[in-house]
């Protein structure tokens, strides 16, 4: 699926919900609102919830659009502040799973300084941990085989793109990222199995409701495409 020409949404799936708060499984490609960077896009999330709830939700957070998964929404303005605190204070802990070219560190902590889009240098850390690595025979350039790593990636700060930069900068780019990513990997992958989704995948959220003061636990099961190449990639069937 082309990020740029998404299949028309319906509905979204909706994998948590309460007085408060709701939580989506944000498909790939999907903004999560209007941005002038995307002027040919023309479903958001925000609106598309809206819709189906039938009601105004807040934004808590942010994931990329080429980033599919867990994505948080306030039913009230108070509760999205609260919830936005947690995120600068670093009070919960976000998971989320990517496929990345070459063996991965089996552990390791990234802390790489970033430039947001206003060009201002700010701190980002993210612990990662690799889950399966394969070699499968498939050719690329000078080698006989391809190597991959199936990791987690854990960021103790939410800078733009941050997982993707520092994946680049680690130089194990995520499969199918653009820009950060590599290109002629992305190319093999187009060509050879059809794929041009970035697998990047925001898998859960956990942390403290800060209205009912409950221990909240949200999990987004990845996509089908992210499925396939999983599978493809570490169970040998290439």
Same mark, same amino acid.
């Given at each position: 699926m082309d990020s740029t020409n998404l299949t028309p949404i319906t509905k979204l799936e909706i994998l948590?919900? +309460?007085?408060?708060?709701?939580?989506?499984? $944000?498909?790939?490609?999907?903004?999560?609102? $209007?941005?002038?960077?995307?002027?040919?896009?023309?479903?958001?999330?925000?609106?598309?919830?809206?819709?189906?709830?039938?009601?105004?939700?807040y934004p808590v957070h942010r994931i990329d659009r080429k980033t599919a998964g867990v994505l948080l929404f306030a039913l009230q303005p108070e509760t999205a502040a609260a919830m936005q605190t947690l995120f600068v204070t670093q009070q919960l802990r976000k998971r989320y799973?990517?496929?990345?070219?070459?063996?991965?560190?089996?552990?390791?902590?990234?802390n790489y300084a970033l430039k947001n889009d206003r060009n201002k240098v700010q701190q980002a850390i993210t612990h990662f941990k690799t889950i399966q690595q394969a070699e499968i025979p498939v050719a690329f350039g000078k080698f006989a085989s391809s190597r991959y790593s199936l990791i987690t990636a854990y960021p103790q700060t939410g800078r733009m793109h941050q997982i993707r930069k520092h994946c680049k900068h680690l130089r194990?780019?995520?499969?199918? +990222?653009?820009?950060?990513?590599?290109?002629?990997?992305?190319?093999?992958? $187009?060509?050879?199995?059809?794929?041009?989704?970035?697998?990047?995948?925001?898998?859960s959220l956990h942390f403290e409701h800060p209205i009912l003061n409950k221990k909240v636990y949200i999990k987004a099961p990845v996509s089908n495409e992210f499925q396939r190449m999983q599978q493809l990639l570490f169970n040998g069937v290439v």
């Open positions: 948590y919900q +309460d007085a408060y708060l709701v939580a989506i499984n $944000k498909p790939h490609g999907l903004l999560v609102h $209007k941005s002038p960077i995307a002027a040919q896009a023309t479903q958001f999330a925000l609106q598309l919830l809206r819709n189906q709830l039938q009601q105004y939700v799973l990517a496929i990345v070219r070459g063996f991965f560190p089996a552990s390791c902590i990234v194990h780019p995520i499969i199918g +990222d653009r820009p950060y990513g590599c290109n002629k990997q992305n190319a093999l992958f $187009k060509q050879k199995w059809q794929m041009i989704t970035t697998l990047l995948h925001a898998e």
